[in-house]
Each structure stands twice: as C-alpha cells, then as structure tokens.
C-alpha cells in the first residue's frame, strides 16, 4: 500500500524566511509525485509534478526537487499570500490514474 | 484557465436520506474523479471513471455510493442512504490524458444530521 508522509504538521515562518517542506513516499513504483496547495474551504491547487530522482521544478518562489524515496518543496523568501496547507501526492504506476495525499503541512508566513 | 465546478457548496441532509452532488468536469478532460477530506484529515481517493464506467473504487465506496455522468458535461456522485460518519468535504476531479495532473474543484461541504 502506497504510503505518503509529510512533515512538519505544521511551520510558522518570518515573511522572508526561507525553509523547505518535506514528503517521503514508499510505493511499489512512482508514476509521478505531486504538489498541491490547499486554502481553507477550496479544492487542492496543482503546482508540480515530478516523475523521476533528480527532478527539479520551480515556479515562483517555490522549488520541488525529487529522490528515490523523498521530495522537498522548498520556499524562498516567502510572503504572507503563500500561506496555505501544501499537499503531497503519489500516484503509483501507469494505468492506476488514482492520487494517495500526505496529510499536508500547514504553512504560516508571518508579516 | 478552464476549471471544475462544484454544486452545491454546502448541502444539509438528514440521515438516511439521499443526496446528489454534482460537478462539471474540464470540458476535453476524460478521466473524473471523486475524493473526499474529512475535517482535518488527508484527501481521500474515492472512486475514478473512465470511458463511462468505473475503472478503480475504494474500501470506502461502498454499495450507498453511485456515479454516473448523465450527458456529456456533468459528472455526479450520489449517496443512496447517508450516514453521519458521510460528512465531509467531496472534491471532484479531472484530468486530460494518462499522468498528466489531476484539477480539483472547489468541493461541497456534506453535513448530515
């Protein structure tokens, strides 16, 4: 069984305070990883996706990185608008379209 | 930018009774969706279709839950008789082909009484 586990539960920053977030993953083989943002009361927001070890994406000021067993989204200089809950997800071989999330990390940037 | 809309937003029902929640998938997306979060917890694979039948279902899509696409835009998730422990938020999803990502609507927001 796919298993997808972030941390921290949950990170309070300094705007401009730099950090990274964290997603280990165990499944039998990665189709692709995952990024989403989540606002209270709103649907999952795609931001990456991540298919093999040495991937890389940016978008902004985040960046996702990928390894065999682990991916980071790191945040660079944040701003209080990248407040939200950051959501990983793994889907797990071609043919088997359905997503297993992480528990999320909730993400505060204080002004 | 193309998006997935949710109806209603918030639906109040009693238990045992029926509910339909409905979406409107991305208009060229083929592949649809179904997950639910319980409050404070992970977003949960429910149910996905395809080629208007079922390709893979959860633990938790039991006989109470059905879905059906009724034409060639709406995509709906019904629940025959609901419970308590059915109240959650449920998103809808789409996607256009094989490993391309997922677009989450907005959800609605199931309470039973």
Redesign the interface.
């Known amino acids: 069984e796919d298993q997808v586990t972030q941390s921290p539960e949950a990170l309070r920053l300094q705007e401009g305070e730099s950090s990274s977030l964290n997603c280990s993953y165990t499944v039998s083989g990665l ?2 990883l ?1 990024w ?1 943002r989540q606002d209270p ?6 931001l990456f ?1 991540l ?1 093999s070890a040495g991937e890389e994406k940016e978008k902004e000021r985040l960046k996702a990185t990928l390894t065999k067993k682990e991916s980071f989204l790191h945040i660079t200089a944040p701003k209080p608008e990248d407040s939200a809950t950051y ?1 990983c ?1 793994v ?1 797990e071989n ?11 990390t909730r993400l505060t940037i204080i002004p | 930018e193309p998006e997935v809309t949710q109806t209603p937003s918030h639906q109040v029902t009693q238990m045992g009774q029926e509910v339909i929640l409905r979406c409107v998938p991305i208009s060229n997306h083929l592949y649809f969706y179904w997950y639910r979060q319980i409050l404070g917890q992970k977003v949960e694979f429910l149910v996905s279709f395809y080629n208007n039948e079922i390709s893979e279902k959860s633990e938790i899509f039991d006989d109470q839950f059905s879905v059906e696409r009724p034409d060639g835009s709406n995509f709906t998730l019904k629940i025959r008789s609901t419970k308590l422990e059915d109240s959650a938020m449920y998103f809808c999803a789409s996607m256009g082909q094989p490993n391309s990502p997922l677009h989450f609507g907005n959800g609605t927001r199931l309470t039973v009484t």
């Open positions: 189709r692709g995952f989403y009361g709103k649907g999952p927001e795609f996706t298919y959501l997800a889907g071609f043919g088997n379209e359905k997503l297993t999330f992480g528990t999320g």
